[in-house]
């Protein structure tokens, strides 16, 4: 298969998606963390999603071209929810959208004649190396950003007593 710039960017935007999309979902605190991987993802979520509409098949969009359109709108939605502090409709935009992607990976990672089958099949090292990196820069963005915790002072008590 010959890949272009353009599908492999999208690819490499949609698993940044899928592997942050789980970091602010399963986090317990909602801090500075979270929302610089959460702009992140959206981010990399629209560039998704507005990519699609470059990646045609056969001259033709398909029902993955419409769910970009409203993923655009669901994310769009989360993040005006999240800006007026209406958490509920933040949490179901975002998390939706997440599942819709996951849908969507599913179904272009195992559909016959797509691009990720024919990547695993013809070169299954370039797809680990991709996949590594992205899991790396991952996890780095994270250690860069996670709240560091330092260690509370010890409080020192006198009794007037010597030690023993």
Do not use: E, Q
Request: hydrophobic residues 55%; aromatic residues 10%; proline residues 5%.
């Amino acid at each position: 298969m010959d890949w272009s710039p353009l599908i492999a960017a999208h690819v490499v935007a949609a698993l940044y998606v899928l592997v942050l999309g789980p970091l602010n979902i399963f986090r317990r605190r909602r801090d500075r963390t979270h929302r610089i991987i959460g702009y992140t993802w959206v981010s990399a979520m629209y560039f998704v999603c507005v990519s699609s509409f470059g990646i045609v098949t056969d001259g033709h969009f398909s029902w993955l071209h419409g769910l970009s359109a409203f993923t655009i709108i669901t994310v769009t939605l989360g993040l005006v929810s999240a800006i007026r502090r209406n958490i509920v409709a933040h949490r179901a935009n975002m998390i939706g959208s997440y599942i819709g992607i996951a849908i969507a990976f599913v179904f272009a990672a195992t559909a016959p004649g797509r691009a990720i089958p024919l990547l695993l099949a013809d070169d299954p090292g370039t797809a680990v190396v991709v996949a590594a990196l992205v899991l790396l820069t991952v996890g780095g963005l994270y250690l860069a950003v996670r709240p560091r915790t330092v260690a509370a002072p010890v409080k020192v008590v006198h009794t007037g007593k010597a030690p023993v």
